[in-house]
């Protein structure tokens, strides 16, 4: 069962902090060195000086991060709610012109040790969980929120939280640099929270963004519980800061994650696609708006890939899903059914002999147009282009136990970071 809790949120003082969005920003793993200095000088209180505090030379920036968190505290630039809450979060946005709405909450999520009911779908790199573990320990608390879907089975956001907002107005309403509105209510009367928390015991935890975070809280927990000789549980160390959003096809969105590869020469286009005969059916589409049609198109109802080098476009259309058997034989359906797990085992380790962790050959995007421009006129790239992984793909591999490739979806918006911060008593 999935337990969760209010909590005293740490936010901005808006007496002292006019502008909050000047002291947002988005999750730290998809800030390119360009944005992180962007919002270093954007605000001398924005979270970015926590989350990705500068290196400088003679300094921890861990420690520093830690200190610069304390001061702001002290100066009273950033505050507690007096008392425990959940905090209702909607955010606006567009994508490609359709105006959409996602609505959820953030709350504590209760960390669990053994038989889980909060799946995972990605694989963890340690480079990554030990930058985030070192930051932790000087701040103590979580900066940003995990990203969680759930079914919503008793309809704890329609019916339980919304009618609490209605007619209410936001504490916090700001628009990021996106053109996505972020507003906040706080909600904590305790007959609604007591309830929310019943509710959601019934559900199933899927984790969209933030794996990372998560296996660092549960390793911060678990150094912390070494050196206490008591405890009762309900310490805040057992818990981390979560965003909670029902799997709604109308507000959630995963966008795909395209591959960028670059090839030490100019690759032989007619032997590749001879080569890949074998696995897809290839066809040629000249035009690059029907192509990205058909490609959207298509996979709809089968496994299609698009390709793209020299101003030049195919789609791969996988022959028989039988082929995917032989080449993942060690996985289970639900993941061998996934285009990029197909691109992967195919095009990219048998056809192309790429080895996936090589960063300098191999590197993702979410953004179309930035992946072709980076294509440009030099023929030694490839651009692999993949229609998004269906949220109930995510969750049946998750529920199987297995891990998605890395990079496998990118959900959209993000959740800002610097609303509410979850400070822990240790």
């Known amino acids: 069962m999935a337990k969760i809790s209010p909590f005293q949120a740490v936010i901005y003082n808006q007496n002292e902090v006019k502008d909050l969005s000047k002291v947002v920003c988005p999750p730290y793993d998809i800030i390119s060195p360009a944005r992180q200095k962007y919002f270093h000088e954007l605000s001398p209180f924005n979270l970015i000086h926590m989350e990705l505090a500068e290196d400088v030379a ?24 007096p008392k425990p809450a959940v905090y209702f979060y909607r955010q606006e946005y567009s994508i490609k012109g359709e105006k959409r709405s996602r609505v959820g909450f953030l709350a504590l999520l209760r960390l669990e040790e053994q038989k889980s009911s909060v799946f995972g779908h990605e694989h963890t790199h340690l480079e990554a969980k030990e930058d985030r573990l070192k930051l932790i320990r000087q701040v103590k608390a979580n900066l940003s929120p995990i990203f969680v879907i759930f079914e919503d089975k008793k309809k704890v956001v329609a019916q339980s939280l919304l009618p609490h907002i209605r007619n209410k107005e936001p504490f916090i309403n700001i628009v990021d640099d996106e053109k996505t509105s972020h507003k906040l209510w706080r909600l904590d009367e305790p007959e609604l929270l007591n309830k929310v928390q019943e509710k959601m015991a019934a559900e199933n935890i899927f984790i969209a963004d933030g794996h990372h975070r998560y296996e660092v809280a549960c390793a911060w927990r678990d150094e912390i519980k070494k050196n206490i000789s008591s405890g009762n549980g309900q310490e805040s160390f057992n818990y981390v800061l979560a965003y909670f959003t029902n799997i709604d096809p109308l507000g959630l969105t995963v966008l795909p994650i395209h591959r960028l590869v670059k090839l030490d020469n100019r690759p032989d286009m007619t032997a590749i696609n001879a080569k890949l005969n074998e696995y897809f059916s290839v066809e040629e589409i000249r035009d690059q708006t029907r192509f990205f049609f058909l490609l959207a198109k298509a996979g709809v109802a089968e496994h299609v890939i698009g390709m793209h080098n020299s101003k030049r476009y195919w789609l791969l259309r996988l022959r028989n899903v039988r082929i995917l058997d032989k080449l993942m034989i060690d996985k289970p359906a639900e993941y061998r059914n996934l285009d990029v797990s197909i691109l992967n085992a195919t095009v990219l380790e048998r056809i192309l002999n790429l080895d996936l962790e090589d960063k300098k050959s191999l590197t993702f995007s979410a953004n179309t147009e930035e992946l072709l421009q980076a294509c440009g006129n030099d023929f030694t790239y490839m651009a692999f282009l993949l229609n998004p ?22 959900f959209y918006p993000k959740v800002i970071s610097g609303l509410v911060i979850n400070k822990h008593e240790v």
């Open 389 to 410: 992984t269906k949220i109930n793909q995510i969750t049946s591999v998750a529920l199987k136990g297995e891990k998605m490739p890395p990079k496998s979806t990118y």
């Open 58 to 81: 003679g300094q921890d920036k861990y420690e520093s991060a830690g200190n610069y968190f304390r001061d702001l505290l002290q100066k009273n630039i950033l505050v507690q709610d």
